[in-house]
């Protein structure tokens, strides 16, 4: 058996925690942060919960099953939160919904989705729905909208500014931390008619594929109460999923974006860089180039996703406030017809085998892709150990300098998967600018070579697993290779659900795999993770990949694909 | 009198030179590459210079007055020479012109061209007139051209990678570098039809505003012999001025571009970064992200930039090859009307005072400007000591690695403005990755300065001077401030031409200068050197800037502006 301690080397580990200091100082503002938000956490809009929580954790509750067995909302409530953003966006601007009335079902959906998943960090529903009120005036008087997104409830990771509001991104030593305005992207979402009222949770130092922090604590799955609902934006994942909200915002440097949107059980894309706004928020990356963060969207179904981008690019105009960010539309693209399609599939990227959980979705789609017409060639991956050394090292290349800095001014305690972290590459070692520059070099040439492969080939996209697993249990995701990958490429990249979920009757390692010779002893660690029964229920989502750039193009056959596999996520 | 050895600081600079190598090694390599140079130049293309070389240094010989007073070429000749490029691509593809006929009046012009200014590194005119013999056999057999460059003479700064041919970009250690593909964009520019035939110089280590190399020696300038070309596309700027090929292509990370199209009295754009793909050729840079490099065109009119740029992007789709180039079109955009533009003027940088023949050609252009309807407001300098200091940091923050790799692999002797420039920043110190995303961090600050500034001052363009000076003498070129703000700012900006030329009994400092207290050594250094006497006829040629990636709007502008002056190069 591998432990996770085995892969840790980093001396220096102890140099960030200061155990008096935060018990003294960081404690109870932590405390106060808690009970601010347990107060803003309206009691009218709440449900008694089945049983105690740690009990639903422990039996793998599925809230998302309850809150339909249970009709824990109105006929209404469920209508409107079961509707996708286009389509309320398109009633409220025709007059046939107000934004009020949208807005009271999703804040109290949000409310337990909070309930059960714990997604939250910041509720302001009060705001929010004077917010609404102030967007029905406005169109009653005016006859028409502020902007495409009017009165959609938008869900906000917390990390980006928000004016006026506590934003600390996952480390205690911003608990203090207001800033007096609101970052590019939520005042260009807000200005197109977006109705915020809560902040959604994220790791301590963003870099988990998970949700652990000193603040909030865990978040957790909304189809399994005992799994994670991935990081590092766990909160957006948990309330999409759970239709809390009716779009979401999360970041993505590792696999952010991705994780979340699998495991949790919804939609989401990693935009190339530069298409969003990465102005104005907490983050440890400040001036690194070398492996881009990047901004992008949640939903539940595709078509929101491209309501997302499309508004927030071709109206939102970022280059307006932010010089890095491209002045580039967002291109109409149809969906594709199937039989024009070529798709690679990635069926292990080499460095850890999917379980079986994730192999039988990837067969699965394979298997009606091929029906509906698409032409299906297999993907033998290039060079993912390069790339996967490559990108850790350029995670921590400053030798965790700014991580350093953000945690060690509160002391707080390091939360297993943070260890695991600033361990990728070579962990604290500060590399050269030479350094970093071959870093940068290998990247180029990985871009160039999946860039030719899919060109000299005729390949539109390539299709691949998230992760190794489905859902993982909570601090217990150590892969990143499957995601970071995308990363290291900067290539678009759609998280969509199978619609299967993880059956532990079914999802058993075959006979032969008992011969299974590991590869290295992360694969070792994270398949014998994979234990059948500890992942019941949990969505088995995808990941599908374009060139860089082509950010359209991946979400038109995001939306071709789902609409064959048939996996509608507003359909309970 | 302050020395520009007493910038020197750099310790080590002994350790890039080893004469005995050199001299056993290398220096017969160079003078085979210079008798091959020589033997491909045609006797039958060369005229008799009127005096020795050296004496036409010595006088500040005018050789592009010479060309026309002397009738060096005929009517026929002349008329094709002096026609833009544009007409000459849309008159072969009318069927009026041959590639062949035009072909054999501008290689015969380059080579005038490079007898006097010393432009080129590689001649190839053989190649050149069998691919106009192509060229021409294909319009004749399809009745078609392969694209919107068919049969358009072009140079190339040597640096980029050519097939099986010697690409050094200025290092002797690279004199036996034989790549067997040509660059991303030379390939390019093939496929849509250029002709090539010519290929120019560039400094040692491409880090001068100058020409010095070990290998050809200096460029002159086709205006002034005694002056420098600029550069580091030196060879670019004269060969492109003085009318030897109708459209060229440079490269600029500091100036380069801007340089020799300012001094050798032509037109020329530094577009935004990844608009043109830099895939393929020889440089200290790779991995380097911080400032970025481009490649981009000359011409002698700026309906010429805009046919290269167009043509480049929009049919050449550098995308597809490159996965770091923008799929971002070549928008349409029409000269604007004068009265709707508002520029803003930076007589002075704040780091060095401009030299009397350069605050003149602003002067001129600003009343030209108003007079025509422009709304003309004062820039006042944002940031740029801060700017420069950061940009010159951002150059060596490898500890000039890889310059020491190139130049020590060959021991050659440093020439004057390596040594300055290996000093620039702090010369040899290896910059950590903590050090370098602080210097990104400044450099992103400063993009959102003047990007807001612009916004929201409604301010169209920044005009500004492109050096201190206008051309000055080889290796007398020390301050790069006024190219490199737009370098670190990464915003396309457009070098044209006053119409004016220094004139020694004008362009004498004011008498209220005498009592000027110099802001900086730099200052002094580079205002001692300006004696108004050595000058004669550099030309005036002037900066327009605008906002990161809006290289159309810039463009169109400078149709106005260049118009409005009624500066046409092709008029002699």
Chains 1, 2 share one sequence.
Not at 178 to 190: D, H, N, R
């Amino acid at each position: 058996m591998v432990a996770y301690t085995d892969f840790l080397t980093t001396d220096s580990l102890s140099q960030y925690e200061d155990s008096d200091k935060y018990t003294k100082e960081w404690v109870p503002l932590i405390e106060k942060y808690r009970s601010d938000l347990a107060a803003a956490t309206p009691e009218e809009l709440k449900v008694k919960l089945p049983k105690d929580f740690d009990a639903l954790v422990e039996e793998q509750f599925n809230p998302l099953e309850y809150l339909y067995s249970e009709k824990l909302l109105t006929p209404e409530e469920f209508a409107l939160t079961d509707s996708s953003a286009s389509s309320l966006a398109s009633r409220i601007a025709a007059g046939e919904l107000t934004a009020v009335q949208v807005f009271k079902a999703f804040s109290k959906r949000a409310v337990i989705a909070h309930q059960f998943t714990n997604c939250a960090m910041d509720f302001f529903i009060d705001e929010g729905l004077k917010r609404a009120e102030y967007l029905d005036e406005y169109f009653k008087k005016n006859g028409k909208t502020v902007g495409p997104l009017h009165g959609v409830p938008v869900s906000l990771k917390e990390h980006m500014n928000y004016k006026n509001r506590i934003t600390h991104g996952g480390y205690v030593s911003l608990l203090k931390n207001v800033p007096k305005t609101s970052s590019a992207t939520v005042q260009i979402l807000e200005d197109l008619g977006a109705v915020y009222y809560i902040r959604t949770t994220q790791p301590q130092t963003l870099m988990h594929l998970d949700s652990a922090n000193n603040i909030s604590g865990l978040t957790r799955n909304p189809y399994n109460m005992s799994l994670s609902s991935g990081g590092s934006s766990s909160g957006e994942g948990a309330v999409v999923a759970f239709g809390g909200s009716a779009l979401g915002v999360g970041s993505d440097i590792g696999g952010s974006i991705r994780g979340p949107a699998a495991f949790s059980g919804c939609i989401g894309l990693r935009p190339t860089s530069k298409r969003v706004s990465l102005n104005g928020g907490v983050s440890s990356g400040a001036g690194q180039e070398s492996v881009p963060a990047v901004i992008g969207p949640f939903a539940r179904t595709v078509e929101d996703i491209d309501l997302w981008m499309k508004s927030y690019v071709n109206e939102g105009k970022p280059w307006l406030v932010d010089p890095n960010s491209l002045p580039m539309p967002w291109r109409p693209v149809e969906a594709p017809d199937a039989k024009s399609l070529t798709i690679a599939v990635m069926y292990d990227d080499g460095n850890v085998r999917p379980s079986p959980a994730v192999t039988r979705g990837l067969n699965f789609t394979v298997e009606k892709l091929k029906s509906a017409g698409v032409n299906v060639v297999e993907f033998k991956p290039i060079r993912t150990k390069e790339a996967y050394e490559t990108v850790h090292k350029m995670y921590n290349c400053d030798g965790n300098y700014m991580q350093r800095k953000l945690l060690a001014a509160s002391g707080e305690p390091l939360v297993k998967l943070t260890k695991w972290s600033l361990n990728y590459g070579n962990g604290e070692k500060n590399y050269t600018v030479k350094e970093n520059r071959e870093l940068n070099v290998i990247r180029d040439s990985l871009k160039q070579d999946y860039n030719d492969f899919l060109l000299q080939n005729k390949i539109d996209f390539i299709l691949s697993p998230t992760y190794n697993n489905a859902a993982p249990r909570s601090e217990e995701v150590f892969n990143w290779s499957y995601t970071s990958l995308f990363n290291i490429l900067d290539f678009p990249t759609l998280v969509f659900q199978t619609g299967l979920k993880q059956d532990p009757k079914i999802d058993v390692w075959p006979a032969e795999a008992a011969n299974y010779t590991y590869r290295s002893e992360l694969e070792k660690l994270e398949n014998e993770n994979y234990i059948p029964e500890n992942f019941i229920n949990a969505p088995i989502g995808l990941q599908l990949s374009g060139r860089r750039y082509f950010d359209e193009e991946v979400v038109a056959a995001g939306k071709t694909i789902v609409q064959i596999l048939g996996a509608d996520l507003l359909k309970h």
